[in-house]
């Protein structure tokens, strides 16, 4: 039987292609269903608020952190979506007086514009906001020396190589609401992969990249990051790929209620649970990783529900 045509633009594949039982499925679920998604692999936990949820999140750059030796370097590759944990993250290393000097950071995705990652000096600049959230925040006698800050706004290679010289325990995210982490979104429905998304043993063989945005994430980003100024936001990114994610020891993806929606937050996590791979929903293929931890803020999961306003 054919796929359905998106409902968000039929040139494009996204969770909207889908089989309507997923869905259905998906968006019955209350927060106890959710919390009994729970396999081998595949942990859920939920905070009572966005102040724990934020700390905890956090905390995982300091677990990640304090592995780290001259022999074994270690690191967390962190997103922007969201950002409050980041000047936690500084605060926390000031009181504990952590040395960073072996320890490692990787960006996961910046914009691009003109064929290029933007520099830190553009307004909406990743890398800019990590290091002015965090990384300028951090004590100068603790910071971590620039060479082992991993941003993908140069040679790719060199970036995607970094994996394999240091240990990732832990890949951070978020989750949009086309269902990506970082910005590995769905392709476009044309060519050989018109009538099907590209099998999920193909999409993770993709590495870090510079990638066409699908329109929904043109208009979250316009509305989460720009004023809902559409023109200002770029159509292309660099990210960090499936093969990247895949090295790292654990996938740990934050909820904390404004990124995605109520539906969002409970189908890829019903998706995840029940191994249902599809790669217009991307972070579905998560369900293949050995080791992934959905984080959610209570008080952000709403419901499924008809509510006018």
């Known amino acids: 039987m054919a796929r359905p045509m998106s409902k968000i633009d039929p040139a494009w594949w996204d969770y909207t292609t889908l089989a309507p039982e997923i869905l259905r499925d998906a968006a019955g679920l209350t927060e106890r269903d959710l919390g009994e998604l729970q396999r081998p692999g595949f942990t859920i936990q939920f905070y009572d608020s966005l102040e724990e949820l934020f700390v905890a999140e956090a905390m995982e750059y300091i677990e990640a952190w304090r592995q780290s030796t001259a022999d074994n370097p270690t690191g967390i590759c962190g997103p922007i979506g969201p950002t409050e944990q980041l000047p936690l993250v500084a605060r926390i290393v000031n009181s504990l007086g952590l040395n960073l000097m072996d320890a490692h950071f990787w960006g996961m995705d910046e914009w691009v514009e003109a064929g290029r990652a933007v520099t830190a000096a553009h307004p909406l600049s990743f890398q800019r906001a990590d290091r002015e959230l965090c990384f300028d925040r951090i004590d100068a006698r ?159 999961l709403g419901e499924v529900t008809v509510e006018m306003h």
């Open 142 to 300: 603790l910071r971590m020396p620039e060479a082992n800050l991993h941003f993908p706004v140069g040679d790719l290679a060199e970036y995607t190589a970094s994996f394999d010289q240091v240990r990732c325990v832990i890949m951070q995210g978020g989750q949009g609401e086309v269902k990506h982490w970082a910005f590995n979104d769905p392709p476009r429905r044309e060519g050989e992969f018109r009538d099907a998304p590209p099998p999920a043993e193909r999409y993770r063989q993709l590495s870090a990249r510079v990638t066409e945005l699908h329109p929904l994430t043109l208009i979250q980003n316009a509305r989460t990051s720009a004023g809902g100024y559409l023109p200002q936001v770029p159509t292309q990114a660099v990210t960090v790929g499936p093969v990247e994610t895949w090295k790292a020891e654990r996938v740990s993806i934050w909820h904390p209620g404004h990124h995605d929606n109520a539906f969002g937050m409970r189908l890829t996590a019903f998706m995840i649970s029940k191994r249902i791979v599809d790669s217009a929903v991307p972070m579905s293929l998560l369900a293949e990783h050995p080791d992934v931890r959905f984080h959610y803020y209570r008080g952000g």
